[in-house]
């Protein structure tokens, strides 16, 4: 196999970018849902405070 056709060959190949592309995927979804998570336990600390400061009246 001569250079050439190794470097077509190369350029031709999509596998990686296919690989890259479920990455960036994962890893977006990864944000959200650690974004997600963290509002979600912020807003429930709120509401067991609301409710802890409501029982000691």
């Known amino acids: 196999m001569t ?3 190794r470097i077509r ?3 031709a190949d999509e596998q990686g970018v296919t690989a890259m592309e479920y990455g960036l995927i994962a890893a977006l979804i ?3 849902i650690i974004t997600s998570v963290t509002n979600v336990g912020k807003q429930l600390a709120l509401i ?5 400061d409501n029982l000691k009246t």
Not at 48 to 52: E, L
């Open 48 to 52: 067991f405070q609301y409710v802890a």
């Open 30 to 32: 990864a944000v959200v």
């Open 9 to 11: 060959h190369f350029v």
């Open 3 to 5: 250079l050439k056709q």
